[in-house]
C-alpha cells in the first residue's frame, strides 16, 4: 500500500493533544513544527485520521517540500510533482496558503504560480487544454517560512471541528476540536463524572459524551477524501467498519450539563441526540450558584463568559466569585476552566494549580486547572 508522509494541524497549544491522539491510534515518526504534527501512514491511515483525530484542525497529504527564492524555484519544483499520480482529469484543485518571513511574500502571485505548475504537468499528462473543474475537490494547500515551502493536498474539508450534529446557532459556542483538547488535557476519562456549569449548547459534554461510548467524531460528516479516486473504496469501507463496531453504548449518565439559559438547554439536547448520545448526558436548567454532586469525584470542565467590554468584565468578575464559592462544595473534584479574562483567577479566589495558553476563536485565553486528588487514591478511596 501506498506509503505517504501525512501531517495534522493543530491550534497554539494543541499540538502535543493531537501527537498523543495519533500515537494512539498507533502511528509513528511524528514530529511536530509550526502547529503541524507529522507521521508517516497509508490510505488507511489517511482514512482513521480524519475519522478519529478529535482535537485537530485538518489532515494533510505532504506533495512536495523544497526551498524557493524565486518564482521560477517555486515553478520548476512544482511541476516536479506527479499530480497526475492523485488528481484525475476533472479534478477541482483551488490553491490556498500562506507566507511568512519569506523571500517570495506575495500570496496572490505564489497561488497563481503554483496553479500554472500544476495545470502544465497534468496537461502533458491527459493531453488537454482545459480543465473542467467539475469533479472531486483536491485543494492544494502552501506554506512558505523562510524560503522552506511545504505543497499539500487537505483530505478533510470542511474543518474537522464540524462534526455534523450542532445545526443550531448560539452565541460564543467553544469548537468541538477545542472542547475535546480541553477533555483530553484534563485527563478526564470514561466511567467518571463531569460536569460543565456553563454548557451552552452543549459542546463539552457531547465531546465527553463521544469518548465515552467510543465514537468516531468524523464518522456522521463527509471527507473530500472520500471521493479521491486514488483512494480504494475498500479502504474506506473498512475504516468506517471499523469506527461503527468501535461504538460501545453506555447506560450510565455521569456527563452533566447545566445552563442557566432554557433554550441554551434545550439546544443542547438537540444536538446530543444528532450525535447519537443522548442516553449519556443529563442536561438541566440550572445556575451555577446551585452546582452540586452526590459524586466524591469528579471534573468540572467548563467555558465561562469573558469579555473586554467594562460593563461584561464586571459583570463576569461576579459569575467568577460565584463560581469560587460554589466550587467549594465539591472540594475533592477537579477543575478545569478556559478564560481569556487574566484577572479570574483573583476573582475567582483561588491561584491555579497549572496555567496553559490555548486560542479560542483566535483569542488568547488560559486553561486554569485545578487538580483534585490523584486517581490511585480515587480507586483506592471508592473500592477498597
Request: with cysteine.
Amino acid at each position: 500500500m501506498k506509503k505517504l508522509r501525512l501531517y495534522a494541524t493543530a491550534t497554539s497549544g494543541v499540538e502535543s493533544v493531537v501527537a498523543r491522539e495519533l500515537k494512539h491510534l498507533g502511528y509513528e515518526d511524528i514530529f511536530t513544527d509550526n502547529g503541524k504534527i507529522f507521521f508517516d501512514g497509508d490510505f488507511g491511515a489517511l482514512c482513521r485520521a480524519n475519522l478519529w483525530l478529535r482535537s485537530a484542525g485538518r489532515v494533510y497529504v505532504l506533495m512536495g517540500e523544497f526551498t524557493a527564492t524565486t518564482f521560477n524555484d517555486l515553478f520548476e519544483s512544482v511541476i516536479a510533482i506527479p499530480w497526475e499520480d492523485w488528481l484525475p482529469k476533472d479534478a477541482e484543485f483551488p490553491v490556498t496558503g500562506g507566507c511568512v518571513k519569506s523571500t517570495l511574500m506575495s500570496v496572490s502571485d505564489c497561488q497563481s504560480i503554483i496553479k500554472k505548475a500544476v495545470v502544465e504537468r497534468l496537461r502533458k499528462s491527459y493531453k488537454l487544454e482545459k480543465f473542467p473543474e467539475t469533479g472531486p475537490r483536491f485543494h492544494i494547500d502552501f506554506s512558505i517560512t523562510k524560503d522552506k515551502v511545504l505543497i499539500s493536498l487537505d483530505s478533510t474539508g470542511d474543518g474537522l471541528h464540524k462534526r455534523g450534529y450542532r445545526s443550531l446557532a448560539y452565541a460564543a459556542p467553544i469548537k468541538e476540536t477545542l472542547a475535546a483538547a480541553m477533555i483530553k488535557i484534563s485527563r478526564w476519562s470514561p466511567g467518571r463524572n463531569l460536569i460543565d456549569p456553563f454548557c451552552g449548547s452543549g459542546t463539552i459534554p457531547i465531546e465527553a459524551a463521544l469518548m465515552a461510548i467510543n465514537k468516531a467524531p468524523g464518522l456522521d460528516r463527509f471527507f473530500d477524501c472520500q471521493e479521491w479516486p486514488v483512494i480504494p473504496k475498500q479502504i474506506w469501507y473498512h475504516a468506517l467498519e471499523e469506527a461503527r463496531s468501535s461504538i460501545k453504548p453506555t447506560g450510565e449518565k455521569l456527563i452533566q450539563g447545566y445552563d442557566i439559559n432554557p433554550e441554551a438547554v434545550s439546544m443542547a439536547n438537540y444536538h446530543a441526540k444528532q450525535a447519537g448520545v443522548s442516553d449519556v448526558i443529563h442536561f438541566q436548567v440550572r445556575d451555577v450558584k446551585e452546582i452540586s454532586s452526590k459524586a466524591k469525584y469528579g471534573f468540572i470542565i467548563t467555558n465561562p463568559p469573558y469579555g473586554q467590554r467594562l460593563g461584561e468584565k464586571k459583570e463576569n468578575s461576579r459569575i467568577y466569585q460565584v463560581m469560587g464559592e460554589s466550587f467549594k462544595r465539591l472540594p475533592t473534584w477537579s477543575f478545569y476552566i478556559i478564560n481569556g479574562d487574566t484577572e479570574f483567577e483573583k476573582a475567582f479566589g483561588r491561584k491555579s494549580d497549572k496555567n496553559r495558553k490555548l486560542y479560542n476563536g483566535g483569542l488568547l485565553c488560559y486553561y486554569y486547572q485545578y487538580f483534585g486528588p490523584k486517581p490511585d487514591k480515587i480507586i483506592k478511596d471508592e473500592y477498597k
